[in-house]
């Protein structure tokens, strides 16, 4: 196809309405017409058939000529549920001068083309018959028209009012999600300051105490630890390898301060080191086990980490032998306001996974303390992190 050609197939909006126009109402003439050409045959009219057809799309093409101005005029004078009574006059008037305009426009031009020649041989002649035969359904064609294009406008409205009705709640879920992305930042900013301030306040203690080299051990490993973290600061979940990797680092920083008193064990069932947890969430509960375990100890204690799968559950449990929880309520401060490691643990949970998962905390026999986290189970090409704060959008909704 060369270029000139291309050229001519583009067709601009009113020319394509125009020919729209057109090939309904010839389609709508061409109806009407097979009605009276069946009556004819009926009747046994010697009348040509070819009348009959004419008549009716000389009819349908003068309406269609004029539709564009009865939709002109609908738009200048529309209707609405406050104001209908003016335009329902004006249309009125507007309809009966169409009428006449429509079926004088007919009378014209049908004697000129022998059309019925015995009834319809002068324009006059031919008004009056049409005007008596035709007046009736030429108002009504013109009402049919406003009424087709208040539906269609009507129908406009709705479909403007569902899109911005989409959009607000398109505009909305992301206000919500960010909203619950910042909620679920704040939580882990709190959080990450908590753990480097015990971390300091140990290492001063060991400046204090004169221990100048595992302080220096210390801040290495601390050191070590920030860079680890600062490689997912933006992510809300991690594989729990990561995790561990990150627990691994942070007790090495307390086997320094504790020296040989404290005993770790940190293991996984098979498979699930893929799956997703909440970036650092065992710190801040293994850090709880050693303040209220070996912190409250002169001997030495032992703090056992463990990941296990119970069907759609991911399970992680941190459990250590020191004197319980009665133990530790009797020897904490009195008016101590709770430490916020748990609370904000719990916190990031709620906005992940809503009440889908949980943070328990119970005694062992013969003594000890078991913190368990449960939470759903994911892996990292099953649930993007968009899914993983719908219960943070749902929490911020409310």
């Known amino acids: 196809m060369n270029a000139t050609a291309r050229n001519f197939l583009p067709v601009s909006r009113p020319v394509r309405n125009t020919l729209l126009i057109f090939a309904a109402w010839t389609v709508l003439g061409l109806f009407y017409s097979s009605q ?33 101005l009865i939709l002109w005029l609908g738009k200048r004078f529309p209707f609405s549920r406050r104001r209908w009574v003016k335009p329902a006059l004006v249309h009125a008037a507007i309809s009966v001068i169409f009428a006449v ?20 041989k002068e324009p006059i002649g031919t008004f009056v018959l049409l005007f008596v035969i035709g007046f009736h359904q030429s108002v009504l064609t013109y009402w049919s028209l406003l009424v087709l294009q208040s539906g269609w406008n009507y129908y406009q409205r709705f479909l403007e009012r569902r899109q911005e009705a989409a959009r607000l709640e398109l505009r909305a879920a992301e206000l919500h999600s960010q909203l619950a992305e910042a909620q679920l930042s704040a939580l882990k900013a709190q959080l990450q300051p908590h753990f480097l301030f015990n971390t300091l306040n140990a290492i001063m203690s060991l400046v204090r105490q004169e221990k100048g080299a595992q302080a220096e051990v210390m801040l290495g490993r601390l050191a070590d630890l920030l860079r680890c973290v600062l490689d997912d600061i933006h992510a809300h979940e991690v594989p729990l390898r990561r995790e561990l990797e990150y627990l691994r680092l942070y007790l090495s920083i307390e086997e320094v301060r504790f020296e040989d008193r404290l005993r770790v064990e940190i293991g996984a069932d098979d498979g699930l080191l893929e799956a997703l947890v909440p970036h650092l969430c065992l710190q801040p509960v293994v850090e709880n086990a050693i303040r209220h375990g070996l912190g409250r100890s002169s001997a030495a204690s032992r703090v056992a980490v463990h990941a296990r799968r119970d069907g759609g559950t991911l399970v992680l449990t941190v459990e250590d032998d020191g004197p319980g929880l009665a133990a530790s309520a009797a020897a904490a401060a009195p ?64």
């Open 101 to 120: 305009t429509e079926l004088g426009i007919q009378a014209l031009i049908l004697p000129q083309l022998r059309v019925y020649p015995n009834v319809m």
């Open 36 to 68: 009276n050409l069946v009556q004819m045959a009926l009747n046994r009219d010697p009348t040509p058939r070819w009348h009959a057809l004419v008549a009716w799309l000389v009819g349908v093409w003068i309406v269609a000529a004029l539709t564009p």
């Open 335 to 398: 008016g101590k306001p709770p430490g916020i490691g748990l609370a904000n643990t719990r916190a990031r949970l709620a906005q992940l996974y809503g009440a889908h998962a949980s943070l328990t905390i119970e005694d062992v026999a013969p003594h000890g303390v078991r913190a368990t986290v449960r939470l759903p189970y994911r892996e990292p090409d099953e649930t993007p992190h968009e899914e993983a704060i719908a219960h943070a959008v749902h929490r911020a909704d409310r």
